[in-house]
Structures are given as structure tokens and as C-alpha cells.
């Protein structure tokens, strides 16, 4: 029994614990659980301005939530010493809602970016990497393109392959389809499937796409008020018995 307790815990790899968070009088996060397993990928949906990306904020400290506690791999990020914490930032990969990409520099230089400011980086793997990274989502052609010449879409896979550069464990995507074509969306709904297939990563995907959603999700979870008023597979959550959650799968 206590194997079995300890076996629970490891594999807990992202847990947020009655998380509450205000700017000024306003309380968007009210009381948020969440526990997330190893190589699982959890969608979390919401309503616009609800809060969804002050959660994925908090997560990697971006934003410091007003109380409660964010654990990842069982460890606080309050807990940990100046060194421990690069190391252990470098385990989670945020892909911002905008993509976020530096336009002064080629896609080369954007995928090195985040390996050259690590002290301990191999100059002579460099290459090989940004390769690898490019190759992962299809765009090794655009190596030496600059931003203003790629696509929205090839933007949002330019940022993914930038985010995989330092082969982070947990990858939190914010909005990766938004404001991309049908045939694109589903694209990079197919990439993230292959992150979690073939480097096994743990996901958490805020995401109004409900097609990428079915395509992903191991599990959904729905941000109402402040707090999570729903959760469970696909299935469940589109023939839920409460309006607000279904609303959301009924976009045909
Ligand atoms: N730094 C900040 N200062 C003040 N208020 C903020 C700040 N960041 C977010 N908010 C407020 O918190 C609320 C939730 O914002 P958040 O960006 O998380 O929404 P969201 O659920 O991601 O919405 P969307 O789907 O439109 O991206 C909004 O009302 C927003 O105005
Ligand atoms: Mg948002």
C-alpha cells in the first residue's frame, strides 16, 4: 500500500493546489486543483478573460499566485536554490499564446537563442540541434528565413520547435491554434500528439480548438468563476448534463 502511495506521488509531475490569485480587488483564480501525470496531456478550457493564462503563468512563474502552492516534480520553485532553478526551468517549456518569436533574428538564431544563454551548452551540438528541432516540425527549409517571411502558421511551429530546443519535460501551450486555418490547426494538433508520442512529454494546453482538443486530450478540464467546474475525457465532458460545458463541444 505505501508503494502504491509512493508510486502516486512520483508520478505526479505538475500539481497546483488551492491556488488563488487577485490583481488589486479582482479575483480571477478562486480555489484551482490540479493534478497532472506523467506523459499526460490535459486541456484546459474557458471562457475569454477567464483566467486560463494568468494559470499558466503562475506555473512558470511568470506571475506569483496570491496564495496556494504550484509543485513541479514534488518540488516548489520558493524551495529551490539560484542553481537548482535553471535546471529545473529548463524542464518546462511555455509556448506563449502569440508565438513570441524575435524578429531581427533568422529562425537559426530564434531556435539557438534559448541554448546559447544555458552556461553548460556544446557549441559543436548547436547545428545538429536546431536541425533536429526543425526537423521535428517540418520546417527545416525555413532555417534561414526571418519571421516577416514565414506564415502564421509557420510561426507557431517555428516557436514549438523553439520551445523543444531545451527538450523540456512538461510543455505548456497557450492558444496553439488560434487564429490559424482548419487544415494548419489540425497540422500542429498532430505535432503536439507527436511531442507526447515520441519524446513522451506531459502537456497542459489551454485551447478553445475543440477538433485539436479531441484529437490530444487525455483529459479536460473546465475553468469556471475562479475554479474548475468540470473534468473528465471528451466523451464525458461533451455530453455533460451542465449547458456551460457542453457549450463548449457544440461549436458545429
Ligand atoms: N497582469 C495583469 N494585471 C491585471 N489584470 C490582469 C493581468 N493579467 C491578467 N489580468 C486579468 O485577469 C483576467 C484573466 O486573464 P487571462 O489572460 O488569464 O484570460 P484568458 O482566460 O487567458 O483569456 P483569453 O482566452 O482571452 O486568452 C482578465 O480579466 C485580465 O484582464
Ligand atoms: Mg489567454
Do not use: W
Amino acid at each position: 500500500m505505501e508503494n502504491e502511495v509512493n508510486a502516486n506521488t512520483e508520478d505526479t509531475v505538475l500539481q497546483l493546489t488551492d491556488i488563488k490569485k487577485s490583481f488589486g480587488n479582482f479575483e480571477v483564480l478562486k480555489d484551482v486543483n490540479l493534478k497532472v501525470k506523467k506523459g499526460e496531456t490535459v486541456v484546459l478550457l474557458g471562457k475569454s478573460g477567464t483566467g486560463k493564462s494568468v494559470i499558466l503563468k503562475c506555473i512558470i512563474g511568470l506571475e506569483q499566485q496570491t496564495s496556494g502552492t504550484i509543485q513541479i516534480f514534488g518540488k516548489e520553485f520558493t524551495d529551490l536554490k539560484d542553481d537548482e532553478e535553471n535546471v529545473f526551468k529548463r524542464k518546462i517549456g511555455f509556448l506563449f499564446q502569440s508565438g513570441a518569436l524575435y524578429d531581427s533574428m533568422t529562425v537559426r538564431q530564434n531556435l539557438e537563442f534559448p541554448v546559447i544563454r544555458q552556461p553548460d551548452y556544446k557549441k559543436e551540438d548547436l547545428t545538429e540541434s536546431v536541425e533536429e528541432a526543425l526537423n521535428n516540425v517540418g520546417l527545416l527549409d525555413a532555417i534561414d528565413k526571418f519571421p516577416s517571411e514565414l506564415s502564421g502558421g509557420m510561426k507557431k511551429r517555428i516557436a514549438l520547435a523553439r520551445t523543444l530546443m531545451l527538450k523540456p519535460e512538461i510543455i505548456l501551450y497557450d492558444e496553439p491554434t488560434t487564429g490559424l486555418d482548419p487544415v494548419t490547426s489540425n497540422e500542429i494538433s498532430h505535432l503536439i500528439l507527436d511531442m507526447q508520442k515520441k519524446l513522451n512529454v506531459t502537456s497542459l494546453i489551454v485551447t478553445h480548438d475543440i477538433p485539436c482538443t479531441h484529437l490530444v486530450a487525455d483529459r479536460i478540464v473546465v475553468l469556471k468563476e475562479g475554479t474548475f467546474t468540470a473534468e473528465g475525457s471528451y466523451e464525458d465532458l461533451a455530453k455533460s448534463e451542465d449547458d456551460f460545458v457542453r457549450g463548449f463541444f457544440e461549436f458545429e
